[in-house]
């Protein structure tokens, strides 16, 4: 059960859909330009997308741990 505020989810939204599908597929190749251009194209600042990369990066190590033990 997720809490979020309908205005996070469209700021999310609007940066995911200013990516490449190749940065949707393997988000490890944003750097610092790309992180410019999708915050330029989704009105947020490139630090928003930084942060969006690397809740991603947290989220797949957990979700590997979990599949790890069996869930």
Not at 13 to 26: D, L, Q, V
Not at 40 to 65: A, N, T, Y
């Amino acid at each position: 059960d997720i809490d979020m505020p309908e205005e996070e989810l469209d700021r999310i939204r609007g940066m995911i859909h200013s990516m490449t599908p190749a940065e949707r597929a393997n988000p490890d190749i944003i750097e610092a330009s790309r992180r410019r251009r999708i915050a330029k194209g989704s009105g947020v600042e490139p630090q928003d997308v930084s942060g969006l990369v690397k809740q991603f990066s947290q989220m797949r190590g957990l979700m590997k741990q979990m599949a790890g033990m069996g869930m």
